[in-house]
DNA sequence: TATATGTCTGGGAGCGCTACCAGAATTATT
DNA sequence: AATAATTCTGGTAGCGCTCCCAGACATATA
């Protein structure tokens, strides 16, 4: 198809290489009938313009690189991920770059693809993930001049632009609306700990507790993994704790932790109460809805790209942090509905 | 960091450029000292050449585009489609080949994205998930030289290499199962009836009905839309056909399904039976686990990228036809179980 | 009319590689 | 020892763009 070349295009609309170039960039300083004339034929010939020489001659590469460590295996298990990256490549296309997925499956994946990462030219700019505690990925990241933010707060966030909802306040309003309803051993499901998202959704538990005057009872925190079989594990092992709700990390694991309760022939919200986190469509549909903390997941990605863009657009400044908004969504599995009715 | 070029490598290392280049490309003709002297130098300086001049020089960018037509929106809904990402990324990986990911959300980011996934010398090669019938994306790309392998077989399949596994067959398989089991009133939910899968899937359904001396009655099929939603609103309406069993063409919507059938206070098995299609790690957690049909997701997509991988590699051959094989996985949502214990 | 200011256009250098070619150095063959 | 074959190395010409500069042309100002 197009094995055209900008001299080509110059050569059939009798003008230079530069003023072809001119046009295809929208710059000024094209007459206007002679700019016509050249769009004229780039539609016909259906030309378009070598990405790579491009690259090569402005160092841009308008690719945008989309980080997934191997710490956060949950990618695919997890729909979170799946309806994050949609809303990144959303935002890609939006500003016309093209997105590059590096999918890290083992530690080994981290070795061989961090230099086509890193390699000057390629990316314009690297959006990963916050992975787990001791995680060198992100520091190595930082280290190159690229431009760079993170999903997630990081560990070290001294210097790094980075894009988190505030998961305290959110955990915090999740218990602190179980504690309201009169639940008084309110168990946690947390993610694996060793991630910020899983230590913060922890220590707005820990918050709300303390502000409702509840006792923190060790044997009522329980470590999951932001799976559904994590959630299930997690909850037989905080059956015998008997709490009368449970805050789950993740809706996913509300979810698996809600049919224990299913089979131990208890009921939600009667018997236990639940509330979860991400509001995927997934929470309202199940049996019964489930409470939660709705995620701007679709927004938040867009928004970290747009900050990457203007980034790269930009130049460096400070690094900049920004918290997106989170609501807790009220159905029925916290009781609140039932509570009410009984009243 | 790399602000290096082969230049200053060679200038280190007392050696040409070229021979810096044939170290780097692992190409003979190097004497061995001098090898390993410029395989340090490169090693110290942390040196990695610029791809955007490398692709320029050489025409070949190694980067593969995944793309996903807007048609199949279902890319979050739908836990397929991240499983077969993953598989696309760790071959591609394993290639040392870059994934672009052209996610397109309505049928203009389709325009947006289409010249530059066929820019000449942008990408080496694409995979696009086949979609709907009247889908003209495909036949475009295939019009460009480009090598390209469909996942999914295509509507227009003369000539185009594609990869799929044998949907009628599994299908009658799921579907004869039934049939075995004794159950008389096989209800299907399919798919979006516009995609081949759907058709596919749908077709061996109804083969099966005929070998099994079943008449096909219409108001015992109904159209889904690989949704969770979608399977409960097909189900809702199937519920008064009053089938004693269920194939839905994916476990997301049999899942959907399911719910109704609890919701009105029957059973599953014992009044309806179901079987699902994919057996994604949720059909054996459903409540009751879930008969389904097991698809290698993953190594279809890695197999994808091979084939791919062998058309850009080794030019273009005849149009090839690659099927996978699936397999019946039976649980108990299907009742063989409940009823070799009744026997 | 002469000069200044602004608008338009083409030429040429260069981005950092690969690939080809010619010649030097080394080894094998007569 | 002379020649042929092979291994090794550097120089050079692009790949297809962008970007800067100089000059042509058009319009505004004195």
């Known amino acids: 198809m197009s094995d055209l070349t900008l001299d080509d295009i110059a050569e059939k609309s009798g003008v230079s290489r530069s003023t072809v170039s001119r046009v295809i960039n929208g710059q ?125 707060r990081p560990f070290h966030d001294d210097d790094v632009s980075y894009i988190d909802v505030d998961n305290v306040k959110a955990a915090f309003e999740a218990v602190s609306h179980l504690a309201r309803l009169g639940y008084r051993r309110i168990g946690a499901i947390t993610g694996n700990i060793n991630s910020t998202v899983s230590l913060d959704r922890k220590e707005g538990y820990l918050r709300a507790l303390l502000g409702h005057g509840l006792a923190v009872n060790k044997a009522l925190i329980v470590e999951g993994d932001f799976t559904e079989v994590g959630g299930y594990l997690a909850m037989r092992q905080l059956l015998s704790a008997k709490p009368d709700a449970v805050f789950a990390a993740s809706d996913v694991m509300a979810l698996g932790a809600m049919r224990v309760v299913r089979e131990a022939g208890l009921r939600v919200p009667e018997d236990i109460a639940f509330v979860g986190f991400d509001d995927l469509p997934l929470a309202s549909l199940s049996d019964p809805p489930l409470t939660t903390i709705h995620q701007p997941i679709s927004e938040f990605g867009e928004k970290a790209i747009e900050i990457l863009i203007d980034l790269i657009e930009n130049g460096i400044m400070p690094a900049r942090q920004t918290i997106m908004d989170t609501k807790l969504v009220v159905r029925e599995s916290c009781g609140a509905t039932h509570k009410m009715v009984l009243e």
Chains 1, 2 share one sequence.
């Open 28 to 152: 000024p300083y094209v007459r206007k009938d002679v700019r016509e004339r050249v769009l004229k034929v780039i539609q016909e010939t259906g030309f378009h313009p070598n990405l790579a020489a491009r690259a090569l001659a402005s160092q841009r590469s308008w690719m945008i690189g989309l980080v997934l460590p191997s710490s956060v295996s949950s990618f695919f298990a997890d729909p979170y991920f799946p309806r994050l990256t949609q809303g990144i490549a959303r935002a890609c296309n939006q500003h016309n770059y093209t997105l590059g997925l590096f999918l890290m499956d083992t530690p080994e994946d981290e070795e061989k693809i961090f230099p086509r990462v890193s390699r000057k030219g390629f990316l314009d700019g690297v959006l990963v993930q916050s992975g787990r505690i001791g995680d060198q990925l992100i520091e190595r990241l930082v280290k190159l001049t690229i431009p760079i933010v993170v999903a997630g």
